[in-house]
């Protein structure tokens, strides 16, 4: 197999703060929490009968055991592609933490700068969902943050240092049932964020005739929806109700308003992980509309005795081995990589650029994923590792950053990255009609979004589907190393930046911030125009 180049010293991230390297093989020890007190405790990772698991006690609520990943091969080649950069912010809010996650918002301890910020606008649903981050009609509150406020937040994202963030999620929630939805799109758009983009059940674009057409005029670029199969069934078990032809239509919106879609599943053992194969196939059919699945496998929250979780436990390794049983696309261990082996792309782009850009320096056990590329017209789909020698092109690009960096001039460097990429295309294995030049600007549109939307799309590149598997850590399962290299944040109305797994799980400082920042739910139904109909909309997450 080959390998990325693995920094073995400890470095410092902008603000000084010293970052160890990770410990790669197993067993190892790292630092976790206890699901019940949070106490920060020592667990121990191993393998135990091809799989990797985790275990760690509290002194005082005693043992806990989880799986980690289903497969220690492929957990271990993932670790072999962290490229370890990451050097956080130069201007944290929170500059002197002493301990993580309790001190959090980013500090300067944290290695990664934002990758995908994310904005909560409401905490009310126009669904309540089993399985959810939401916890449906269990708040007594509503946290619903002003549009000046949603301003503060937005600009304090793009003031990060030295890489501002550039891509933004709403979420919630349901986001698009804040009041000042598409004014809150607009007003990312003017502050020049690149990538707009809502988390979203659909019901809005499929119910209201316009309301895409609204979203994507004020500046929207993608749904991400919530999509945990392609039937009913699945749909009354996750989200308490059948969505599945209000699915279509909320697709077939988008499609008219010039919108992409990320599917976004929630997988759960038993529930819907036998759909992994026809989502994707799905996603595969509308390649018009669709840019990329983002697969979730399920995150507990709360106490869940270990025989429960045991049987709804879903790992990335499951995810990749089912998608290539149900659909024969791709080859479990072929296809995958962690997204940290993009950073030598980044490095090779900022060099190309002759400026810095984004590095998803998380960490390799977050999430696996690949590309493929799909002919337009007949539907067939093919992994970029299928004429592409990507670990070659990963090292190369390593490589070749610093050089290209020397050259005087863009077109220079752009030259030479021509040369460098063509060893690496094999132009006689690619698809129909990919040639080295549409690889190539298909390559930029990925980075480029506009070259990659609109007419540019099918005049100049290849059709690109993202297959991803993210999961999200929770309690039993918790790693701070994990969570100190988390490139997906929150901006919060307290003035800080949030690493998602410490504001969702964990410490989950999403409860402190809505309770610091909402309205009783008496007072919310006292001034909304909504009426008394707004108490079964009201969840927390």
């Given at each position: 197999m080959g390998r990325g180049t693995v920094r073995k010293e400890a470095w410092r991230t902008y603000c000084g703060a010293p970052v160890a390297p990770l410990s790669k093989g197993l067993p190892k020890l790292v630092e976790s929490i206890c699901p019940e007190c949070h106490?920060?405790?020592?667990?121990?990772?191993?393998?135990?009968?091809?799989?990797?698991?985790?275990?760690?006690?509290?002194?005082?609520?005693?043992?806990?055991?989880?799986?980690?990943?289903?497969?220690?091969?492929?957990?271990?080649?993932?670790?072999?592609?962290?490229?370890?950069?990451?050097?956080?912010?130069?201007?944290?809010?929170?500059?002197?933490?002493?301990?993580?996650?309790?001190?959090?918002?980013?500090c300067q301890m944290h290695v990664s700068h934002t990758g995908l910020a994310n904005i909560d606008l409401t905490n009310r649903c126009n669904l309540t969902?089993?399985?959810?981050?939401?916890?449906?009609?269990?708040?007594?509150?509503?946290?619903?943050?002003?549009?000046?406020?949603?301003?503060?937040?937005?600009?304090?994202?793009?003031?990060?240092?030295?890489?501002?963030?550039?891509?933004?999620?709403?979420?919630?929630?349901?986001?698009?049932?804040?009041?000042?939805?598409?004014?809150?799109?607009?007003?990312?758009?003017?502050?020049?964020?690149?990538?707009?983009?809502?988390?979203?059940?659909?019901?809005?674009?499929?119910?209201?005739?316009?309301?895409?057409?609204?979203?994507?005029?004020?500046?929207?670029?993608?749904?991400?929806?919530?999509?945990?199969?392609?039937?009913?069934?699945v749909y009354r078990r996750t989200r308490g109700r059948p969505l599945w032809e209000l699915k279509q239509r909320a697709v077939e919106a988008a499609r008219r308003a010039g919108l992409k879609i990320v599917f976004v599943p929630t997988v759960?053992?038993?529930?819907?992980?036998?759909?992994?194969?026809?989502?994707?196939?799905?996603?595969?059919?509308?390649?018009?509309v669709a840019s990329g699945i983002t697969y979730q496998p399920v995150t507990f929250t709360g106490r869940i005795a270990q025989k429960k979780r045991e049987q709804m436990r879903y790992t990335l390794t499951d995810l990749v081995k089912d998608l290539a049983e149900q659909t024969g696309i791709v080859d479990t261990y072929h296809d995958w990589y962690p997204t940290p082996c993009t950073v030598s792309f980044s490095q090779f782009l900022s060099a190309l650029q002759g400026e810095e850009t984004i590095a998803l320096t998380c960490h390799p056990h977050c999430s696996l994923a690949t590309y493929l590329f799909v002919d337009a017209q007949t539907k067939t789909a093919i992994p970029v590792t299928r004429f592409v020698d990507v670990e070659g092109m990963l090292r190369a690009f390593r490589e070749w950053a610093p050089r290209l960096g020397r050259l005087p001039s863009k077109t220079l460097r752009a030259l030479a990255a021509c040369a460098v990429l063509r060893r690496f295309f094999r132009p006689e294995v690619a698809p129909p009609g990919l040639t080295y030049v549409k690889f190539l600007r298909t390559l930029e549109g990925l980075v480029d979004k506009r070259i990659g939307r609109g007419e540019n799309e099918e005049r100049l590149t290849y059709r690109t589907l993202m297959v991803a598997g993210m999961h999200f850590m929770d309690a039993y399962n918790y790693q701070l190393d994990r969570v100190m290299r988390c490139v997906i944040h929150y901006s919060a109305p307290d003035g800080r930046i949030y690493p998602f797994c410490t504001y969702n799980s964990g410490i989950?400082?999403?409860?402190?911030?809505?309770?610091?920042?909402?309205?009783?739910?008496?007072?919310?139904?006292?001034?909304?125009?909504?009426?008394?109909?707004?108490?079964?909309?009201i969840v927390k997450v």
């Open positions: 106490r920060i405790i020592p667990a121990r990772l191993f393998e135990q009968e091809g799989r990797v698991m985790m275990e760690k006690r509290c002194s005082e609520h005693g043992d806990f055991r989880d799986i980690v990943w289903s497969d220690v091969r492929l957990y271990l080649k993932a670790e072999q592609w962290a490229y370890e950069e990451g050097r956080g912010v130069s201007n944290p809010a929170v500059p002197d933490a002493v301990l993580c996650p309790q001190d959090c918002g980013l969902c089993p399985v959810c981050f939401a916890n449906a009609n269990a708040a007594g509150y509503v946290y619903e943050p002003s549009l000046e406020q949603v301003s503060r937040m937005l600009r304090q994202l793009r003031e990060m240092r030295p890489v501002a963030a550039r891509v933004i999620q709403f979420s919630g929630g349901e986001p698009t049932i804040y009041p000042h939805f598409i004014e809150a799109v607009r007003m990312a758009r003017e502050l020049g964020f690149s990538h707009i983009q809502v988390a979203t059940n659909g019901l809005r674009f499929a119910t209201e005739p316009d309301f895409a057409e609204r979203c994507a005029e004020a500046g929207l670029h993608t749904l991400y929806l919530q999509f945990d199969g392609v039937s009913d069934e759960v053992r038993g529930v819907n992980d036998h759909e992994v194969g026809r989502i994707l196939r799905f996603a595969i059919e509308n390649i018009d989950t400082f999403r409860e402190r911030i809505e309770q610091s920042f909402s309205i009783p739910l008496e007072a919310y139904r006292a001034s909304s125009e909504e009426g008394p109909m707004t108490t079964r909309t």
